[in-house]
């Protein structure tokens, strides 16, 4: 079996370095110490060991009388140099008639690095064979140990004979054998052995361990690193569950080595039944080859074939995947899948490599031959952007980091892997730059004054071939697949809708988009004789924007059903009747933030209100909403984000006009080490514009909590008493109902082996960004811990304010009668220093439209996962099918 190394391929591939040191066997000398004798006896065993062990020592030591000689000094010396036997023990014997030397009592014997310890120790020095029993031991340089009754070896300890042997490596794993024979420190044969690597249980050590292979022969071989079984049984606590006649493994030294990995196997309704069977090829110590084939009972031949290469400054991997498949009909037609495509496939790359300790470059980009070949063929790439939304994201980077500046050159290409993905409006961002750096100001060169000065910079050039359109209020999809949004028209046709404001709302522009923005600000603390924090700043913000719009392309969508069409000329409801504009705004801005922390301190606990307040005086923006907005569209008023000077999530939004931010902030710390955490505040637009009620072309602003003068309220409430309980609770309150426009509560719990994670959402309706109803949801997520090794543990996320899609009007807009679980899990495992073993089992659904029928996927998966610390890794994942819920319309 082979075995290749992890993800960080520079910290696993070993050296490629080998060193080895032969020393004559006459080279070999000997000293000796012993115990409880006075220093007359110690120089005699002394002088006499030399006598005995010692094969190159010269003939006049052995007649010297007890004591140094001068004369055998110098030759000595040379000796001292070299590999030398010392003996430790109580007593020492030597039998001149036999030539054999005995060490009774606490007998260590240190060669080479390993050590020999037992209660006896007999050398024959006729034969050059060493007898050691009664509570022996050997242990090897590298720590590996090995227990026995008695020990038969050669003087250099690499050959002989054990009986009721008990190895222990340094890697924790266990070998058991009534009888083994070393060879020349490099072969251990161990007949009628067993191998594991669970440690004897301390309290029963007679019990079997959890799991252990049981073979007639088992051979470690160490210069190889490889272990061979023949005859072998594996046993679970003792139970046979499994022959191999034979089969070999690397020892738990190795971390890569060519030969078989572990097999996987396929089944699925459209795959049919499968294996496949990894094969890694250690080519050199820094690089290597895996080559997979799958054998497919419907599909036919798949093969992956992956490629590992580690330089010196860095490494980098190519992954390809194709099969010819049998039965393309499988599928679904296109747009709902892959039609009558025969080949299909993917290659993909990533690497990192450093220029020096500050600067580094890389990329990850991945290629397929469709948009549904991850999913049907659950391909492995580090590209996907996260396991719920399906998109993979190619990039390639420079970076530099000092200790207070950062740079960042880098490029995307986005790919959506769903049905409901039009490709050819995702964007290709090419490039982003940024750059920030901060500077310190010395008070003494600079009159006094001090601080620091930041400078943040963003150039962003993107690209994209169709405009992303979407409906404000309920979401409209196209009337030919029900796939792609569209938006509502003003003729009452739903074949030809009109895409104008307010009705729509412009997702991403069709055509060419660059951005430059450069923002310097000045800030400084300064703290009174009273307390008080004034934190004055200062910045000056400039953008510039070149906008060329493609107004030429438009997509007709025609089916049965109906006919859709998504026109790129209907940008000019948004911008007007230029394709074409370059603008800029330069926008300067000063402001104070005050602060008065008051500190209340009792036995009970410390307690800290603190009254903050900021204003900050600006301008209007000149541009503002004139604009696309492509990376400012996920706009957050909450807690996080009160004191900020500018609360757009992205450079394509600036804030204009005089605001002032205003809360108060409480904390109490308590002598148990728990505490309490409030913030409540409100933001005010004092004079000129407010940014927040000027809508963009994505409508960014509305329905956000602050498109009002005086905005929605925010608080936040962290409570934590101890370190296993912690409560927090956010909330957006309107500004003049007090009604809840946002809610979020996470709580965490530990108690008696329990994990317990509760989370729950609810928010208002945003119907300017196409948010038309209420959204709700929890998400519970328990673990249990007993038995020291076990647990269960189970999650569900259940919505509570479900809408369906309506194939009569095209829109999602049928409320459901009762909360759903739109993900159930549960699961079931023990792990301790040997084994891990799990099994999980999830449901989930989502919503699918295909052919105008509306239909709710319910995918339900079982995950088998085993782990035999050194033996084998074996995953099973089998889905037990996908059914079809019709929520509307009759299923085709």
Same mark, same amino acid.
């Given at each position: 079996?082979?075995?290749?190394?992890?993800p960080d391929?520079?910290?696993?591939?070993?050296?490629?370095? %080998?060193?080895?040191?032969? %020393?004559?066997?006459?080279?070999?000398?000997?000293?000796?110490?012993?115990?409880?004798?006075?220093?007359?006896?110690t120089?005699?065993?002394?002088? %006499?060991?030399l006598?005995v062990?010692?094969?190159?020592?010269?003939a006049?030591?052995?007649?010297s009388?007890?004591?140094? *000689? #001068?004369?055998?000094?110098?030759?000595?010396?040379?000796?001292?140099?070299?590999?030398?036997?010392?003996?430790e023990?109580?007593?020492?014997?030597?039998?001149?008639?036999?030539?054999?030397?005995?060490?009774?009592?606490?007998?260590q014997l240190?060669?080479?690095?390993?050590?020999?310890e037992?209660?006896?120790?007999?050398?024959?020095?006729?034969?050059?064979?060493v007898?050691?029993?009664?509570?022996?031991?050997?242990?090897?340089?590298?720590?590996t140990a090995?227990?026995?009754d008695?020990?038969?070896?050669?003087?250099?300890?690499?050959?002989?004979?054990?009986d009721?042997?008990?190895?222990?490596?340094?890697?924790?794993?266990?070998?058991?054998?009534?009888r083994?024979?070393?060879?020349?420190?490099?072969?251990?044969?161990?007949?009628?052995?067993?191998?594991?690597?669970?440690? #004897?249980c301390?309290?029963?050590?007679?019990r079997? #361990?959890?799991?252990q =292979?049981?073979a007639m022969k088992? =051979?470690h071989?160490t210069?190889?690193?490889?272990?061979?079984?023949?005859?072998?049984?594996l046993?679970?606590?003792?139970?046979?569950?499994?022959?191999v006649p034979?089969?070999?493994?690397?020892?738990?030294?190795?971390?890569?080595?060519t030969?078989?990995?572990?097999?996987?196997?396929?089944?699925?309704?459209?795959?049919?039944?499968?294996?496949?069977?990894?094969?890694?090829?250690?080519?050199?110590?820094?690089? /290597?080859l895996?080559?997979t084939?799958?054998?497919?009972?419907?599909?036919g031949?798949?093969?992956?074939?992956?490629?590992?290469?580690?330089?010196?400054?860095?490494?980098?991997?190519?992954?390809?995947?194709g099969?010819?498949q049998?039965?393309?009909?499988?599928y679904s037609?296109?747009?709902?899948?892959?039609?009558?495509?025969?080949?299909?496939?993917?290659?993909e790359?990533t690497?990192?490599?450093?220029?020096n300790?500050?600067?580094?470059?890389?990329?990850?980009?991945?290629?397929?031959?469709?948009?549904?070949?991850?999913?049907d063929?659950?391909?492995?790439?580090s590209?996907l952007g996260?396991?719920?939304?399906?998109?993979s994201?190619?990039?390639?980077?420079?970076t530099?980091?000092?200790?207070?500046s950062?740079?960042n050159?880098?490029g995307y290409?986005?790919?959506?892997?769903?049905s409901?993905?039009?490709?050819?409006q995702?964007?290709?961002?090419?490039?982003?730059?940024?750059?920030?750096?901060?500077?310190?100001?010395?008070?003494?060169?600079?009159?006094?004054?001090?601080g620091?000065?930041?400078?943040?910079?963003?150039?962003?050039?993107?690209t994209?071939t169709?405009a992303?359109?979407q409906?404000?209020?309920?979401?409209?999809?196209?009337?030919a697949?029900?796939?792609?949004?569209v938006?509502?028209?003003?003729?009452g046709?739903?074949?030809?809708?009109?895409?104008?404001?307010?009705?729509?709302?412009?997702?991403g522009?069709?055509?060419?988009?660059?951005?430059?923005?450069?923002?310097?600000?000045?800030?400084?603390?300064?703290?009174?004789?009273?307390?008080e924090?004034?934190?004055?700043?200062?910045?000056?913000?400039?953008?510039?924007?070149?906008l060329n719009?493609?107004?030429s392309?438009?997509?007709?969508?025609?089916?049965?059903?109906?006919?859709?069409?998504?026109?790129?000329a209907?940008?000019?409801?948004?911008?007007?009747?230029?394709?074409?504009?370059?603008?800029?705004?330069?926008?300067?801005?000063?402001?104070?933030?005050?602060r008065y922390?008051?500190?209340?301190?009792?036995?009970?606990?410390?307690?800290?209100?603190?009254?903050i307040?900021?204003v900050?005086?600006?301008?209007?923006?000149?541009?503002?909403?004139?604009t696309?907005n492509? /990376?400012?569209q996920?706009?957050?008023?909450?807690?996080?984000?009160?004191?900020?000077?500018?609360?757009?999530?992205?450079?394509?939004?600036?804030e204009?006009?005089?605001?002032?931010?205003?809360?108060?902030?409480?904390?109490?710390?308590?002598?148990?080490?728990?505490?309490?955490?409030?913030?409540?505040?409100?933001?005010?637009?004092?004079?000129?514009?407010n940014?927040?009620?000027?809508?963009?072309?994505?409508n960014?602003?509305?329905?956000s909590?602050?498109?009002?003068?005086?905005?929605?309220y =925010?608080?936040r409430? %962290?409570?934590?008493?101890?370190?296993n309980?912690?409560?927090?609770?956010?909330?957006?309150? /309107?500004?003049?109902?007090?009604?809840?426009?946002?809610?979020?509560?996470?709580?965490?719990?530990?108690?008696?082996?329990?994990?317990?994670?509760v989370?729950y959402?609810?928010?208002?309706a945003?119907?300017?960004?196409?948010?038309?109803?209420?959204?709700?949801?929890?998400?519970?997520?328990?673990?249990f /811990?007993?038995?020291?090794?076990?647990y269960?543990?189970?999650?569900?996320?259940?919505e509570?304010?479900?809408?369906?899609?309506?194939?009569?009007?095209?829109?999602?807009?049928?409320?459901? *009668?009762?909360?759903?679980?739109a993900?159930?899990?549960?699961?079931?495992?023990?792990?301790?220093?040997?084994?891990?073993?799990?099994?999980?089992?999830?449901?989930?659904?989502?919503?699918?439209?295909?052919?105008?029928?509306?239909?709710?996927?319910?995918?339900?998966?079982?995950?088998l996962?085993?782990?035999?610390?050194?033996?084998?890794?074996?995953?099973?994942?089998?889905?037990l099918?996908?059914?079809?819920?019709?929520?509307?319309?009759?299923?085709?």
């Amino acid at each position: 079996m082979g075995r290749r190394f992890g993800p960080d391929v520079r910290e696993a591939l070993p050296s490629r370095r %080998l060193r080895e040191i032969a %020393l004559p066997a006459a080279s070999r000398g000997i000293s000796i110490l012993t115990g409880r004798f006075g220093a007359a006896r110690t120089c005699a065993c002394a002088a %006499l060991a030399l006598s005995v062990f010692g094969a190159a020592v010269p003939a006049a030591a052995q007649a010297s009388p007890p004591g140094p *000689s #001068p004369a055998a000094a110098p030759a000595a010396a040379p000796e001292a140099k070299k590999d030398r036997l010392l003996v430790e023990a109580k007593q020492l014997v030597y039998n001149r008639d036999t030539n054999v030397v005995s060490a009774d009592g606490n007998v260590q014997l240190y060669y080479q690095g390993r050590v020999l310890e037992a209660d006896k120790v007999i050398y024959d020095r006729n034969a050059n064979r060493v007898f050691a029993s009664g509570h022996a031991k050997l242990t090897e340089a590298d720590g590996t140990a090995t227990y026995s009754d008695k020990f038969e070896l050669t003087d250099d300890f690499k050959t002989g004979f054990v009986d009721s042997l008990s190895t222990i490596t340094k890697d924790k794993t266990f070998f058991t054998s009534p009888r083994a024979e070393r060879t020349e420190g490099e072969t251990s044969t161990f007949e009628k052995g067993t191998y594991t690597a669970c440690a #004897p249980c301390a309290a029963h050590p007679e019990r079997p #361990p959890l799991w252990q =292979v049981k073979a007639m022969k088992i =051979v470690h071989k160490t210069d190889e690193q490889m272990i061979y079984f023949e005859d072998a049984t594996l046993e679970l606590y003792g139970v046979p569950i499994a022959y191999v006649p034979y089969f070999s493994t690397p020892d738990p030294t190795v971390t890569r080595k060519t030969g078989f990995l572990t097999p996987h196997y396929v089944t699925e309704s459209r795959l049919g039944v499968g294996a496949a069977q990894p094969f890694f090829w250690n080519l050199a110590p820094n690089y /290597d080859l895996t080559l997979t084939p799958t054998v497919l009972s419907k599909q036919g031949f798949f093969g992956e074939v992956e490629w590992r290469h580690r330089l010196e400054s860095g490494s980098y991997s190519v992954l390809a995947t194709g099969i010819d498949q049998l039965d393309p009909t499988a599928y679904s037609k296109q747009p709902f899948g892959t039609g009558d495509r025969d080949f299909r496939g993917s290659i993909e790359s990533t690497g990192k490599f450093f220029i020096n300790p500050s600067w580094k470059y890389g990329w990850d980009v991945a290629l397929f031959s469709d948009k549904y070949f991850v999913q049907d063929y659950n391909i492995r790439s580090s590209s996907l952007g996260t396991d719920y939304i399906k998109e993979s994201i190619s990039t390639a980077y420079l970076t530099g980091q000092g200790d207070r500046s950062y740079f960042n050159l880098q490029g995307y290409r986005i790919v959506g892997l769903s049905s409901f993905d039009f490709n050819k409006q995702q964007p290709l961002v090419l490039p982003t730059v940024d750059y920030n750096r901060t500077f310190a100001l010395d008070p003494a060169l600079t009159a006094g004054i001090g601080g620091e000065v930041k400078v943040d910079s963003n150039i962003t050039s993107l690209t994209r071939t169709a405009a992303a359109y979407q409906a404000t209020g309920t979401r409209l999809l196209d009337s030919a697949f029900s796939l792609y949004d569209v938006c509502p028209s003003t003729t009452g046709n739903t074949l030809a809708p009109g895409f104008k404001p307010p009705s729509c709302f412009l997702r991403g522009i069709a055509g060419d988009y660059t951005r430059a923005s450069t923002t310097v600000s000045y800030q400084n603390k300064y703290i009174d004789p009273i307390g008080e924090v004034w934190k004055p700043f200062a910045f000056v913000r400039a953008d510039g924007k070149w906008l060329n719009l493609n107004e030429s392309n438009a997509y007709t969508f025609t089916s049965g059903t109906g006919q859709s069409t998504i026109s790129n000329a209907d940008q000019a409801n948004f911008f007007g009747q230029h394709n074409e504009d370059l603008s800029g705004d330069i926008v300067p801005g000063v402001g104070l933030e005050y602060r008065y922390p008051l500190l209340i301190a009792s036995s009970f606990a410390n307690q800290v209100i603190e009254p903050i307040g900021q204003v900050i005086l600006r301008p209007n923006v000149a541009h503002a909403g004139k604009t696309p907005n492509e /990376d400012a569209q996920s706009l957050v008023f909450d807690d996080t984000t009160l004191f900020e000077w500018n609360k757009y999530s992205g450079y394509d939004r600036v804030e204009g006009g005089t605001r002032a931010n205003a809360g108060v902030q409480y904390t109490a710390t308590f002598p148990t080490g728990g505490y309490v955490n409030a913030l409540f505040g409100q933001s005010y637009a004092l004079a000129g514009s407010n940014s927040y009620a000027v809508s963009d072309v994505s409508n960014v602003g509305l329905d956000s909590g602050l498109q009002t003068d005086r905005s929605d309220y =925010v608080s936040r409430l %962290l409570v934590a008493p101890t370190t296993n309980f912690t409560v927090e609770a956010k909330g957006r309150f /309107d500004s003049k109902s007090f009604d809840p426009k946002a809610i979020d509560l996470i709580g965490t719990a530990k108690f008696f082996g329990t994990t317990t994670n509760v989370q729950y959402a609810n928010y208002a309706a945003q119907p300017n960004i196409g948010y038309v109803h209420d959204r709700s949801g929890v998400l519970l997520g328990e673990r249990f /811990d007993f038995l020291d090794h076990y647990y269960v543990n189970g999650s569900a996320t259940l919505e509570l304010n479900p809408y369906k899609y309506n194939t009569a009007t095209l829109q999602y807009d049928i409320k459901s *009668s009762r909360p759903e679980f739109a993900v159930i899990g549960a699961g079931f495992g023990y792990q301790d220093d040997c084994t891990t073993v799990s099994l999980n089992y999830s449901r989930s659904y989502t919503d699918a439209v295909a052919g105008g029928v509306n239909n709710q996927n319910v995918n339900q998966t079982v995950l088998l996962s085993l782990n035999l610390r050194t033996l084998a890794d074996f995953k099973l994942n089998q889905s037990l099918g996908a059914t079809s819920t019709v929520q509307d319309g009759v299923f085709k």
